[in-house]
């Protein structure tokens, strides 16, 4: 669409090109109400804190209309299916008593590892 836009083509379907704008327009709203207003956004940029660290994202509007592409056809989607996941033992606090339990829990976790 982009590409269509800059070389001036006379094949740009506006319904598609409004629909992909308003979305567009409606995201970025979103996102902007969910944001504590922070200092030195404006209309190139746009920042979020990130909840629970103390770390923030800054969107760059104009790389955000570049990197959006609309596309003339669909994009085959997949289904999510489960092949190839783990089976989980099921183990019954009831029928095992809880020292039981709890040893066999242990057991079938492993050992756990503070990740860096």
Request: hydrophobic fraction near 35%.
């Amino acid at each position: 669409m982009n590409g269509k836009l800059q070389e001036g083509a006379s094949d740009i379907d506006i319904v598609d090109y409004s629909t992909a704008a308003t979305i567009l327009e409606n995201k970025l709203a979103i996102l902007n109400a969910l944001n504590i207003s922070v200092e030195g956004d404006g209309d190139e940029k746009v920042s979020f804190n990130l909840i629970g660290c103390n770390k923030s994202i800054v969107i760059d509007k104009e790389k955000m209309k570049e990197a959006i592409t609309i596309q003339d056809s669909k994009v085959d989607e997949k289904e999510a299916s489960a092949d190839g996941k783990p089976e989980l033992p099921s183990l019954n606090p009831e029928e095992l008593g809880e020292e039981e339990f709890i040893k066999q829990a242990v057991e079938l976790i492993g050992k756990i590892k503070k990740t860096p």
